[in-house]
């Protein structure tokens, strides 16, 4: 019932650009955190950035200046435009949702719901 659907992945040289769109159903868009997260080879799951039902949007140190989360509710989609790609930006990455609990957004949100995974590969 509840689906996170990722598009946009692919191969992409160092110093370009992607942008990875996600389109969910089931869940009440407008109530929910976004965020998106990555799996390095051979680590953890890491969260990328998140964006609040308001619009504050929080990213991770290894990518802030580079890329930028935004939502539109109207269409129950949230976009990560990535630039400046490095080759150290390659694994996989998650759409994910999470309720919003409180009034202000304190990363990480804990997560309800997640995609499948879009695989970004970034070539030197």
């Known amino acids: 019932q509840v689906q996170l659907v990722e598009s946009g992945g692919g191969l992409v040289q160092a110093g370009g650009s992607l942008s990875l769109s996600c389109t969910a159903s089931?869940?009440?868009?407008?109530?929910?955190?976004m965020a998106w997260y990555r799996q390095l080879p051979g680590k953890q799951r890491e969260l990328v950035a998140e964006i609040g039902t308001g619009g504050f949007a929080h990213y991770a140190d290894s990518v802030k200046g580079r890329f930028a989360i935004t939502r539109a509710n109207a269409r129950n989609t949230v976009y990560l435009q990535m630039n400046s790609l490095k080759v150290e930006d390659t694994g996989v990455y998650y759409c994910?949702?999470?309720?919003?609990?409180?009034?202000?957004?304190?990363?990480?949100?804990?997560?309800?719901?997640w995609g499948q995974g879009t695989q970004v590969t970034v070539s030197s």
């Open positions: 994910a949702a999470g309720r919003r609990t409180a009034v202000i957004m304190v990363p990480p949100t804990r997560i309800d719901h």
């Open positions: 089931g869940i009440i868009f407008s109530s929910n955190v």
